[in-house]
């Protein structure tokens, strides 16, 4: 005879009701029940469920399938349970029982906290700290060694057949459970246990990206789905993938000595490097008539894409001493009149090696490609004191502080390549009527088209969801809506999500808001200081381009093409040897005035945005020319994608060059310059030539990246040769 019917259910079950729909509260309690008992489609019935009471039966599990969603709490006291993963179903729990049960163990404890996600109180203990630190910063240790068990000891063939996959991955879980030790002895069996898991998931990532999944537009984008990316922008000598045309230079990169496993000195000085065979090129933009292959960013790399392997951790600054210099002062053609901000003068403060391979100082190869300034709190992006700068390049993220040179925070991930990040400001709720508190925390992306989610302040890498299949490009925040995000990536695509915010608990939910389609990988993402949320400029391999991007009013469309595309005069001059449409810079510097590069042209230049943009679009190409205002004198070089920056507090425009040099203009007022010759920089600062005692200068690399506090107070630039250079402005006395 069946021990539990619905008669019974509906007996003791409460509010009294004729529907097992209806009912929140059960007392199932000493009734002598096994797992037989509970009969799992019965019971799936009561979906508004919110109490369960099953203490004092013989239960040594609870049925897989039984599915409650609305359960928050269950007494499990006085069972004999020794299988605790049968309770992942109940994903609602908040609150659980388990005193004595003679065969749990603090391993079982731990598993119980890792597959209730919303467990707050265990055994009339809160363990939110507990369960946070196991579900995140352990578990992010666990993913770190994992990666490193499959480097070291497994590859994956680019022919496989799927016995030999499954063999493979066999031996590869075996040996994670075997190599990978972490935490006390006390909870071996937990550890063990969790790292399966996660080896299983691991390796999914490698093998799941070559098959073709069907793209899906999702309002929660918490996947953990990998797939395959390209590693990046800059080009590969493979005649199969671009064709080489006469105009393309070549350049060659210093690769890394062989790593050594020694920990990082304290300080070091660095020497040049000198070119081997395991040279990587870099050249130029390809023209559209190329093939559609995608660009390479960074050393060329053959590996698979990997499951990010993420943990932060503070780390000891690799420092570089520098010998002081002056600054060199070119003179400008023409006097510009300072009529309300003075030239500032920047000394170098640190070059330093943060982003090595294996902390190793003979890495010279990394390259750096992003960097920013925490946003001051209150801040529009535009005033506010900040020392703090995100860097990113190679498997790594750093925080570091400027003026003292430190590495506040370091994030990794293994089989990442980082090219883009971002910061913001959102809202963390704390529950029982309190206020919410302001939170800066970083975005970031690369090759992988995962988006990172990083609180900084509390070492946490809380979240991650997928914005593209392909590599991402670029990420933006929108400075006045903080939690509106751009991700641009190498299908062609800005996407414009709302983050939201946070809860104590970390939990968040993204939704995909707009997708707007380019006719090439963006570079760069800019948007109007005043009125951020009206339209997006995007700088792309072909051109630069306008979205409007507002929601409402009657444009409820979610999908969407340029509004228009703006030309420049240089484009005139092209031909068969010259593509000038390459933007690879760009930046507002007022509301009305914007700062632009084309590949090649060795000038900026300054165009009116309200004028452009009022103007009437050619129907047939829906392009404007924009509306020059100056030039601006800049470096002759063949290298792409060395992106300018913008300090609208202190009226700046700064970009670098590929000698280490970076190019400062001081634009008080246009009005006194003539725009038919090109404005000089106000100053050059040279490279400041950091030496490694006994070995030599390092020569100037080419600086991808530039980024300045609000008040110019310090300027950090990236090198494509794993140097992270900190300029301090000097105040006179």
Known sequence: MEKITENILLEKGSPKTNKLEQIKTLNLSK???????????LLSRLRSLERLDLSGNCLQELPKAMVMPVLGFLDLSDNQMEDVTTLESLCSLEELKMENNPYITVSDNYKVMVLLPNLRIYNGKDVSTTANHLRYVYTENLRTRIAAVWEKSFSLPDSISAEEMTALEKNFIAS???????????????????????????????????????HKDSSSTEERRDVSAPSKRKRAASAASVGVTPRKKLRTDSSASSLKDDPPKPSVRLRPQTPTQDNTVRMSPRKRSQPLSTPTRGKRSAEKTRRASAVLQTTEEVSVKVEEQRDAHIPPT??????TKQPVHLKPLHVLQCHSK???????????????????????????????????????????????????????????????????????????????????ILAAGGKRGLVKLIHPRNNLAYGEFRASRKSLSVLRFNHQQRSFLFTGSYDNKIVMWDIGGVNSQYKYKVVQLLVLETSATPLHVCLPLTSPSSHVLTACEDGLQCYNTQLGNNNNTTKRSKEMEITFPIYKKEDKDHDYHTVDGLSFL????????????????????????????????????????????????????????TCPNQAYIVCGDDKGRLWMYLINSLSSFQTETPIQPTEVLEWPTPVRKGVGEVEGPSI???AMDPELNFLVALSDKNMVIVWKRERST
């Not at 009734?31 to 489609?41: A, E, S």
């Not at 994670?176 to 246990?193: H, I, L, N, Y």
């Not at 801040?379 to 190679?394: F, H, I, K, P, W």
């Open 31 to 41: 009734l002598g029940l096994k797992l037989q008992d509970l009969p799992v489609k």
């Open 176 to 214: 994670a459970r075997q190599q990978v030790k972490f935490g006390p002895s006390s909870v071996r069996d937990f550890t063990k246990w969790r790292v399966e898991i996660l080896a299983k998931e691991y390796f999914s990532s490698l093998t799941e990206p070559k098959e073709e999944l069907e």
């Open 334 to 339: 023409k006097k510009t009149h300072m009529e």
């Open 358 to 440: 294996q902390d190793s100082s003979e890495d010279f190869s990394t390259q750096l490609w992003a960097c920013a300034f925490q946003p001051p709190p209150d801040s529009n992006d535009v005033g506010g004191e900040s020392r703090l700068v995100a860097t990113c390049g190679g498997d790594s993220l750093c925080v570091i502080d400027c003026e003292t040179g430190m590495v506040m925070k370091k994030y990794k991930v293994a089989g990442e390549n980082f090219f883009a990040l971002a910061w913001s400001t959102i809202l963390m709720s704390r529950g029982s009527n309190a206020p919410a508190q302001p939170c800066s």
């Open 590 to 645: 007022t509301e009305d005035i914007v700062a632009s590069k084309n590949y090649m042209h060795g000038s900026i230049y300054l165009w009116n945005w309200t004028q452009t943009k009022a103007q009437r679009p050619n129907k047939k190409t829906r392009s404007v020319c924009a509306v020059v205002l100056a030039e601006l004198q800049w470096a002759k070089t063949d290298i792409p994608y060395l992106a300018l920056n």
């Open 704 to 706: 991808n990246c530039v």
